[in-house]
């Protein structure tokens, strides 16, 4: 199907476990995004890439890696999770320079007990 | 520092009553502000921008830059707007293309 899909969109892991979160769009968006949103906090930014092999920090990256080997994959991987990981996490993807409209992924909720 | 602040967690409503969500932003130079809406076990989407002044599902959401607001306004609610409401602003510095989200507003419109 087109568009912006994440995988698993539920897991359950325990702390000091890897897990890695899926994200595929078949846009070719140059621009993608991984977001937690919590509960008093609204969405914030973990990562973002702008480009294949270009990916920097946002607001909340301490304890996630990134990569970006294929514009239409973006992997989130939690290397050791902690249980102040558990959240919903979005990715999201524009094209545009940048500048457009963000398109985001049915979300992946993540337990960490 | 660039922010946005949505000041009501909750805005509960009847069916048929007027609407407003407040947003307010910090931001010195000229803003490209959103409103996104997730509905329940949905993904967020874009339910307008303000460059657009395009009214969507009977929202709309009116610029103004003396208040640093862009409050989402609808003249009669109804049941289906309930949903988890975001404002957002363009991010300028740093992370190109990014928004920066304001914590959020859970309207609920009862019948």
Known sequence: DAGITQSPR??????GRQVTLMCHQTWSHSYMFWYRQDLG?????IYYS????ITDK???PDGYVVSRSKTE???LTLESATRSQTSVYFCASTGTG???????????????L | AQRVTQPEKLLSVFKGAPVELKCNY???????LFWYVQYSRQRLQLLLRHISRESIKGFTADLN????????????AQEEDSAMYYCALRNYGGSQGNLIFGKGTKLSVKP
Do not use: C, M, Q, W
Request: proline share 5%.
């Open chain 2, 26 to 32: 910090s931001y010195s130079g000229s803003p490209e």
């Open chain 1, 98 to 112: 940048g500048i457009g409209e963000l398109f985001f992924g049915e979300g992946s909720r993540l337990t960490v």
């Open chain 1, 50 to 53: 702008a480009a294949a092999d």
């Open chain 1, 10 to 15: 539920y897991k359950i892991t325990e702390t």
């Open chain 2, 65 to 76: 830059k003396g208040e640093t607001s862009f409050h989402l306004k609808k003249p009669f």
């Open chain 1, 41 to 45: 906090h609204g969405l914030r930014l």
């Open chain 1, 73 to 75: 994959n973006f992997p």
């Open chain 1, 58 to 60: 946002g607001e909340v």
